[in-house]
């Protein structure tokens, strides 16, 4: 099973763009990939409404989907814009869009 966000606390994540380790102890499957949390109340906020944490385009580099194609965005170049949370592949990319 693919490990969702690189093991990355979701929750923490898209609230507040912090990086958070997850950890297998607090365990969520979503549609057929496992996602680590560093709490339990981070677990049970993601299976409540786990939308709400997920990044937009199920995790890839949004420029390079208009594009037609698939990079894997890396959660430790996140930024949450206006609500949502998108994942970048590096820095220079995350800040001011």
Avoid: W
């Avoid at 990044?55 to 990079?71: E, R, S, T």
């Avoid at 430790?76 to 220079?92: E, Q, R, T, Y």
């Amino acid at each position: 099973m693919p490990l969702g966000l690189h093991g990355l606390d979701a929750v923490t994540l898209a609230t507040t763009g912090a990086v958070a380790d997850g950890t297998a102890v607090y365990t969520a499957v979503h549609e057929g990939g496992a996602y680590y949390f560093a709490s339990k109340e981070s677990k049970a906020k993601f299976e409540a409404n786990s939308e709400a944490y997920l990044p937009q385009y199920g995790g890839f580099y949004a420029f390079v989907i208009a594009l037609g194609k698939k990079f894997d965005g890396d959660p430790k170049h996140a930024d949450i814009i206006d609500g949502p949370l998108f994942l970048f592949v590096n820095s220079h990319l995350s800040s001011g869009c």
